[in-house]
């Protein structure tokens, strides 16, 4: 018979395991970037009406960087399985604070204007903390870089997502990032659009929508 902690940890492995297969709702990542489609994972962001965050447990969280490619189907079982609610929760929060952060370093960036040192303070911390470390082996008679096991912490599939912010911040491809020019939804994406004049996060959705609206003005002033 599993008595005290050990039924404790049965039950709790039970139910990640029947979360990840109820995390099957893929996300729309539509940004072109991996630490863009994070920072997106607040939708409608300026409606508090229709306000919804993406990521509302560890288990979303994880099935996020599994349909990212961050992680495998199987580092996201080991992480499900291994991870303590408490170390769940604290994760979490983490993610949920580097991703406030990331957004509001991209908007600026889109928009022109001045950093938020405060949550540029937050990147930096992550950076000096969160970092995972890099590997060199032999394989194959060459030498191979890698990264140690992300699976070894339970916010480890968060350091490729901090790599991603910092190389994009510092790169020359941050001026082609992009608000969606939706008024309620302004999601960041990366405008690889040959003249570099796309307006929507994604067109069937916002641009649709938007043109939709303008159609309708129009159709009210001729009324």
Known sequence: MVKGSSARRLKLATARSTAMTQTTQRLQLVAGHLALDFANTLDNRYDRERLEDLLPTYERFLAFTQQAGIITRGQQRTLLEGT??????QALCKAIELREALYLLFSSVATGS????????????????????NTVEWRNAVFVGGRRDLTERPDGPLWPIIVAAVDLLTSPGRRHIRECSEGTCRWLFLDRSKNHSRLWCDMRVCGNRSKARRFYARQQDCA
Do not use: D, V, Y
């Open 114 to 133: 001045q950093p938020n040192r405060s949550a540029l303070r937050t990147l930096n911390r992550f950076l000096e903390h969160g970092r995972i470390a």
């Open 84 to 89: 303590k609610e408490r170390e769940a929760r």
